[in-house]
């Protein structure tokens, strides 16, 4: 039990500390990135308040490629912008551009979604009460979108958690550094097991907190 409470304050508490500070941080810029594609994709779709086939088509396949983009080669690509914005390409800092802008497109999409969703009943009703796009949008389709928008940031987060594990194997910090360093240079195997069940405490955690916020914004 000692060796475990040891291990815990000098080793997990602080990367975990660190993964929090990644995570959180990387998804609400991931999803300050992602709003305007996802807002111009729903309405310049076909079935959109202003259909746009041209501008429609580029941006969904912008958005596409960087979703299949894989992470750990965007990271890499990256270094220089990371190195650019924050001065070093090491770090908890540093990972979090990287984990933004991969997780952007991601974001764009399951927000997308949301909003395509909405009853086209409901923003009928709302033309014929005289309201403009842009009121139709931010007072009608993300009020009534709220809650599934909630689900797919909850999907966000829980996949930035795995992006994170990914960038502390290229000295991003957090947890995924000390599975790196411990677990695979150091054969410790016990670090690593309880590496692992601290991500995966996390992302239940962050599970059942999306499910609470969803239950009370759908009642």
């Known amino acids: 039990m000692e060796a475990l409470l040891d291990i815990y304050f000098k080793i997990l508490q602080p990367a975990l500390i660190e993964t929090l500070s990644m995570v959180i941080q990387s998804t609400i810029y991931s999803i300050l990135l992602g709003f305007i594609p996802a807002i111009i994709l729903v309405v310049t779709s076909p079935n959109g308040l202003k259909p746009q086939r041209t501008i429609y088509r580029i941006l969904d396949f912008i958005v596409n490629v960087l979703r299949s983009f894989p992470f750990l080669i965007l990271m890499i690509c990256l270094i220089p912008i990371t ?11 540093a990972a979090i551009v990287p984990l933004s802008i991969g997780a952007a497109p991601f974001a764009a999409r399951v927000i997308e979604s949301s909003l395509i969703e909405v009853d086209r009943g409901v923003i009928e009703a709302a033309k014929s009460f005289g309201a403009s796009n842009i009121q139709i949008i931010f007072k009608v389709m993300l009020k009534e979108a709220l809650p599934s928008i909630v689900q797919g940031i909850t999907l966000t987060l829980i996949s930035i958690v795995g992006y994170s594990a990914m960038a502390g ?4 910090g957090g947890l995924g550094n000390v599975a790196m360093k411990y677990g695979y240079h150091r054969y410790e195997t016990q670090t690593m097991i309880y590496t692992v069940i601290l991500l995966i405490i996390l992302v239940q955690f962050f599970q059942t907190i999306g499910n609470l916020v969803y239950k009370a914004l759908a009642k």
């Open 83 to 93: 190195r650019r914005v924050v001065g070093t390409s090491i770090g908890t800092a």
């Open 169 to 172: 194997t290229i000295g991003g």
